[in-house]
């Protein structure tokens, strides 16, 4: 059983406010884990401290240690640009850069790591657009705006610019919330795609999108993490009380 992040102790804070205590949780590599739980509870501040994106807020914090590949990407020597590199994040509103092509769009990471090669572009635009399902109904109109695009479109493009760099790791913060249920379907496709290939950790309010998309499930519950497990368990036989009484609906 082979895991790709290891979370030992992590705290965080906001000023004096601290959002998340001591979780320690294992992530698969190479699956899907969704990470649920009411609004409030931590599981956004949880993703931003699995990249270094937490400390780029004023006053914000974080003790504990984060494990990739066993290397802890908050000890000191590790550059958190490289870190983000290795562990990419799509927001929850699509983002697309708007005074950007959609192939430039697709290649700005490339862009920003300094190549600029026309053939390597070339080719890593049409590689991560196919792997973000978008290539075929973007081709032949990659000098239009990627602003042009519509939501779920402009979503499936900003999985393709994070892929474009090869991350080994993606975040996604709640992708669908701003999506309609076609749009949604589609993206929920791409994510059991990506989890074939990549570590895929995915911050959802939406119970039957993780019970549909995830391998795992993890719970939080005031900054705690309650309970941990493969999805099947978490929501047809829960451990814990608190669990089964929010996947039941008795709070949210």
């Known amino acids: 059983?082979?895991?790709?992040?290891?979370?030992?102790?992590?705290?965080?804070?906001?000023?004096?406010?601290?959002v998340l205590k001591d979780i320690n949780i294992k992530i698969r590599e190479k699956a899907v884990t969704a990470i649920i739980g009411p609004s409030g509870c931590g599981k956004t501040t949880l993703i931003r401290c699995l990249n270094r994106m937490h400390e780029l807020v004023p006053k914000a914090r974080v003790s504990g240690r984060v494990l990739l590949d066993g290397e802890d990407i908050y000890s000191n020597g590790v550059d958190p640009v490289?870190?983000?590199?290795?562990?990419?994040?799509?927001?929850?509103?699509?983002?697309?850069?708007?005074?950007?092509?959609?192939?430039?769009?697709?290649?700005?990471?490339?862009?920003?790591n300094g190549i600029s090669d026309k053939q390597k572009l070339d080719e890593v635009v049409e590689r991560s657009l196919k792997l973000a399902i978008l290539w075929d109904e973007v081709k032949d109109e990659l000098d239009k705006s990627g602003a042009s695009l519509s939501g779920g479109q402009q979503q499936r493009l900003c999985i393709a610019r994070a892929l474009a760099?090869?991350?080994?790791?993606?975040?996604?913060?709640?992708?669908?919330?701003?999506?309609?249920?076609?749009?949604?379907a589609k993206i929920e496709k791409l994510i059991r795609v990506?989890?074939?290939?990549y570590t895929v950790i995915i911050v959802t309010h939406?119970?039957?999108?993780?019970?549909?998309?995830?391998?795992?499930?993890?719970?939080?519950?005031?900054?705690?993490?309650?309970?941990?497990?493969d999805t099947r368990s978490i929501f047809q036989n829960p451990r814990n009380k608190l669990t089964e009484n929010y996947i039941t609906g008795k709070f949210g």
């Open 1 to 18: 059983m082979s895991y790709k992040i290891d979370v030992e102790g992590l705290n965080a804070w906001f000023g004096n406010h601290e």
């Open 82 to 112: 490289t870190a983000r590199r290795r562990i990419g994040m799509v927001f929850q509103k699509p983002n697309p850069f708007p005074m950007m092509s959609i192939y430039d769009n697709a290649a700005a990471g490339l862009k920003l």
């Open 165 to 184: 760099v090869e991350p080994e790791v993606i975040l996604m913060d709640e992708p669908c919330s701003a999506l309609d249920p076609t749009a949604t």
């Open 194 to 197: 990506l989890g074939e290939g």
């Open 206 to 229: 939406n119970m039957q999108q993780a019970a549909r998309v995830a391998d795992f499930t993890a719970f939080l519950y005031l900054g705690e993490l309650v309970e941990y497990g």
